[in-house]
């Protein structure tokens, strides 16, 4: 796979498709404190990864394109975050959009092992090493051995995606599936203007 490195937007033309996976890397969890500094993408072919500094002003107007491209559905693993970091720092909403770690909470429901590396084992019989999950991602020299891992993220989310989807069609979960990615925005803007959502729809 070929690993192609942007600085602050798309400068190149994406291929034609009807799915993308993305995937995110920040300094942090906090969306208010640490900055987004890397967005993956991948349709099949080159994984393109963008990359923003720490003066950055995120205007990329053809990332923002393809985000909102009504046309594109956009594949993520634990969406909620990477979505989160996007509408925050690029200004834009996701959709529609896949969620693989909701996915997998709705149909594999007799374990609790719903991460990246558990799924790509567990349904794809692939080993990932997340050793650079907690590296420097602010450097604006990226090592290979993270350019590798931040493409090895997004590369196998299609396959994921269509083997959660075989899932929850045999066990009647599809619609359910669709309620959730759908409701996702929400849940960001409430993450966003501080609202607790459990606490949101408790009886208290």
Not at 37 to 45: I, K, P, W
Not at 52 to 76: C, M, Q, R, V, W
């Amino acid at each position: 796979m070929e690993i192609v490195l942007h600085q602050e937007d798309l400068h190149a033309t994406f291929p034609k498709t009807d799915w993308v996976s993305i995937d995110t890397e920040a300094m942090g969890l906090n969306p208010f404190r640490d900055r987004l500094c890397l967005v993956q993408l991948y349709a099949g072919d080159t994984c393109h990864l963008v990359q923003f500094g720490p003066d950055s002003k995120y205007h990329a107007p053809k990332l923002k394109a393809l985000l909102e491209n009504p046309k594109i559905t956009k594949i993520f693993h634990y969406a909620r975050f990477d979505i989160m970091m996007i509408k925050k720092y690029l200004g834009v909403s996701v959709a529609p959009l896949y969620c693989t770690k909701l996915a997998s909470k709705l149909a594999r429901t007799s374990t609790d092992r719903h991460s990246l590396k558990d799924l790509c084992h567990s349904l794809l019989g692939i080993e990932l090493s997340k050793q650079e999950q907690s590296s420097d991602w602010g450097r604006l020299d990226l090592t290979e051995a993270q350019k590798q891992y931040a493409a090895t993220d997004v590369l196998h989310l299609h396959d994921l995606r269509q083997k959660l989807d075989e899932m929850l069609k045999r066990e009647n979960r599809v619609k359910l599936a669709e309620g959730c990615f759908k409701a996702l925005p929400t849940c960001i803007d409430l993450d966003l203007l501080g609202w607790e959502i459990g606490a949101l729809f408790s009886h208290k």
